[in-house]
């Protein structure tokens, strides 16, 4: 656990540091980053870390994005940064479902389960249908040594897309029936909040 948090907080120092270069100080009163426009380079970072309350501007609304930034602001910064993972970050988006998360995203990347089966063992998967569901997945692993729970576990809670942006847990996959957990093989449509939408 306190590897995960080192690497992130290296990660948020270096990014931050990027930004900072460029950012102004931490630690003034609110401001509305008037002298950042949206033509610049860093307008998009600048205003998340500002809506999320990681950097502050001045007083005046500006944000002087070219100023030094100290150790001190630097240090301020790395505290709201740690407070916004722990208690302020939200899911950029919240999917529930097999089928919500693995689809195909046209030229930008193919995450079926047949597609993310083939890149672990190619050969094994070769004949296996590219819109492939967990019935077929289950016919081989729910009788094979390797069960579907020894692969997908491990694999979602060792995957930052699934910790990290989905801030996936046991409720993304499951629902109980009947005292049993069940996968949820489709996908199911939810509000942003990750409460089913009644239809």
């Known amino acids: 656990m306190r590897r995960i948090l080192r690497k992130w907080l290296l990660l948020a120092m270096v990014f931050l540091l990027a930004v900072a270069g460029l950012a102004a100080a931490v630690g003034m009163a609110w401001g509305n980053t008037k002298d950042v426009p949206e033509s610049h380079w860093a307008y998009k970072a600048i205003n998340f870390l500002v809506e999320n309350g990681i950097l502050k501007g001045y007083v005046d609304g500006t944000f002087k994005p070219d100023q030094k930034v100290s150790r001190a602001e630097m240090a301020a910064t790395l505290h709201n940064y740690q407070n916004w993972r722990e208690f302020g970050r939200r899911p950029e988006e919240v999917k529930r479902g097999c089928l919500a998360c693995h689809v195909n995203i046209p030229n930008y990347m193919d995450v079926r389960l047949a597609a993310e089966a083939k890149k672990v063992a190619p050969e094994a998967h070769a004949g296996l249908d590219e819109d492939a569901g967990l019935a077929e997945c289950a ?32 409720w993304t996959c499951h629902r109980i029936v009947n005292h049993e957990y069940v996968v949820l093989e ?7 909040n990750g409460v089913p939408s009644h239809r």
Request: hydrophobic letters at 40%; a negative charge; proline letters at 8%.
């Open 139 to 170: 016919e081989c692993h729910g009788v094979s040594a390797i069960a579907m729970n020894d692969i997908v576990h491990p694999a979602h809670y060792n995957s930052p897309i699934f910790m990290e942006h989905y801030f996936g847990n046991c």
């Open 186 to 192: 489709q996908a199911l449509p939810v509000k942003a």
